[in-house]
């Protein structure tokens, strides 16, 4: 049922424009460069004591402003957490929270005129860890324009990251004038920072994002004791007799699990920014860094799959996705990811007859599970 990997896409996004791979680690020592992750990290930032680019500037971490900007920074990074509209971005094993919160503290100083604080967004940018006064490990923070290329942030995404930080500047008190300060500074960001002002530019996006994708899986109005009637995968699959008997043992924490999973895959799939593999638990409550979802062989393996077993559950999300007016090529799009022949192998098991070998189903949207 879980089957919807596709390969991983590595990404963390940060309210003020940073992510977790804009907030690097502390340069290697004697000037040696640390092997990057895929965006160049390490070339000549930071090389040889706290000489050249990068190099240390110190923030006194007891100041009045940077005590508030640690529990502003806390407390947005916990407002981003819970909002499901953006959370997505934050949930990947990648994320160094710790990083994030340094990078974020480092930005919002320097534009409050913070002594010692000296982020310019770019390779000379550096910032000490003001969430841990014994460490002062440089960190460096690169810039806003190659930090999110890729990312694929949305002009509402943006939005709902802006609303985190003010509720977080409101409920530590940030006296208004500052709070214009800090806004007006990211909102200089903006063209930086989002890459789809359209809001429906993936398919990720015009499922409605982690909020659309869990509507279709489980929905609020999906209770599966009532029934397939329901817009969501869930319930359908839950009501259908030929294969709900794979999920009888199921308690609410495992159908949530499940959901959890299938959220990230199907974002993954579309161009979410969760990656199948590398939750940590920053935004799920079954998934986490020791209990990461597993992959398709090693879930399925001796249940007994069958093919016609393995179409019912894809037509049922079709049909899910059909009836909250997805788009019909967005819905082949995903059907073909759910039919490629690689998942096939990982979950189907047996043949439906004697006759067949076992392959992948003879996918057909039109087919009905639902059908007498």
Known sequence: MKRFAI???ATALLGLGLTAAGCEPPPPAEGEGEEGEGEGEGEGEGEGEGEGEGEASTIDATDATVVLLRAVVTDFIGNTAAN?????????????????????VHQVATVLGVAGANYAGGAEASANDVYDVTNLTPILCRDMVSIHAGL???EDQFTFLVGDLSGAMESNFVDQPTQTTILTALGGLHDDIVEHPLNNETIYLRLGGKDGINTALNGEDCDPATGG???????????????????AAFSADDVTRLTECLQRQLAEATGGPDV?????????????????????LDIHTGLGITDAEYESLDLHLVDALTALGVLPDDITTIAGVLTGSQICKDIIELADDATET??????????DPDAP
Request: one cysteine or more; a negative charge.
């Open 7 to 9: 390969g991983l896409v």
């Open 84 to 104: 499901t509209s953006t959370n997505g971005f934050f949930s990947n094993e990648s994320l160094d929270a710790n990083r994030l919160q340094n990078c974020l």
């Open 152 to 154: 694929g942030v949305s």
């Open 229 to 247: 009637n329901q817009d969501c995968f869930l319930a359908r699959v839950l009501a259908d007799a030929s294969i709900n008997g794979f999920f």
């Open 276 to 296: 199948y593999f590398e939750s940590n638990g920053l935004a799920e409550t079954q998934v986490d860094g020791t209990n990461q979802c597993q992959s398709m």
């Open 358 to 367: 076992t392959a992948c189903a003879a996918f057909d949207p039109d087919d």
